[in-house]
């Protein structure tokens, strides 16, 4: 089944997109780099479809890092990777991920999540592919909160978790926030950075985290890429967790182009939680 892009004002639709699986990803049909970096309508369609369906795979595109960068830019605007991570030589916006010098990343998560502010999207490009395996995979964190039961919702409701990744990277987020653009709940807690629940005894806070990281990455909400060379594929950082697969011999390197993203905040009705500071715990 393929389906047309729908965007609200556009008078075209230059890309044709085909679902990849049930709860999401989206693939844009012999994507044209040309295209993808030209035309306004085929920028927004892609932009939108990255809201709907949280992952658009588009394959064989080879970019130069020029154009890798150009276009990341219609889904937001690039911003400086952290200062530890490695980059591209001679493109320092743009991270290189080389499994040759150690870089592994297979434990599901969303990136940045130990910051207040993460990012909204990111697009990364397959430079070096081991051939078999070094698959990635994506959870919709949107789906996974749809499917809770009632009851495990409104436990939720206005609960909050610390996300860390040392000292000085720590962040408090909502374990339910509103996706910035489409107001969906998001469920967001993940494997690598949530650390606990706050304000629940810590043997619930653990049973509850534990739970929810297990359904948040139940196979109906996944999609797996196998990558090509040359393929691309974007995602929105704050619906999903991705998880790369380190199964493979010989060398894997990617490279990612981050997008500007901002603040969290509580997917609930009232602006504040309750507790007496404004909505924003201190981290314990
Ligand atoms: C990432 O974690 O941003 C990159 C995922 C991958 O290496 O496939």
Redesign the pocket.
């Known amino acids: 089944m393929t389906s047309r892009a729908h965007i609200t004002g556009s008078t075209t639709t230059s890309i044709r997109l085909r679902p990849l699986s049930g709860r999401i990803g989206v693939e844009v049909l012999d994507a044209d780099l040309e295209v993808l970096l030209e035309d306004g309508a085929a920028r927004r369609e892609v932009h939108r479809a990255m809201l709907d369906h949280h992952v658009v795979v588009m394959r064989g595109l080879h970019p130069t890092p020029e154009q890798h960068i150009a276009l990341a830019s219609a889904f937001g605007d690039p911003i400086q990777p952290e200062e530890h991570l490695p980059k591209h030589p001679d493109h320092p916006i743009i991270?290189r991920?080389d499994s040759a010098g150690g870089?592994k990343?297979d434990k599901w998560?969303t990136?940045g999540t130990f910051r207040d502010v993460i990012p909204s999207a990111?697009v990364?490009c397959m430079r070096t592919s081991p051939g078999t395996g070094?698959d990635?995979m994506w959870t919709n964190c949107c789906a996974a909160y749809e499917d809770l039961s009632n009851g495990m919702k409104a436990l939720l409701e206005r609960r909050k978790a610390l996300h860390e990744q040392g000292p000085d990277a720590k962040a408090v987020h909502p374990v339910v926030v509103a996706h910035p653009e489409t107001g969906h709940p998001i469920l967001f807690v993940n494997d690598i950075f949530t650390r606990g629940i706050m304000n629940l005894p810590p043997e619930e806070g653990q049973a509850i985290l534990s739970f929810l990281l297990r359904h948040v990455t139940r196979p109906e909400f996944t999609y797996r890429h196998s990558w090509t060379e040359g393929d691309v594929v974007a995602w929105d950082n704050r619906s999903t967790q991705?998880y790369?697969l380190f199964d493979f011999e010989g060398q894997?390197v990617?490279e990612?182009v981050h997008l500007t993203g901002g603040p969290m905040e509580a997917h609930c009705t009232s602006a504040d939680d309750g507790d007496g500071d404004g909505g924003r715990d201190a981290i314990a």
């Open positions: 991270c991920f870089y990343a998560h990136d990111a990364l070094g990635t991705h790369a894997r990617v990612r």
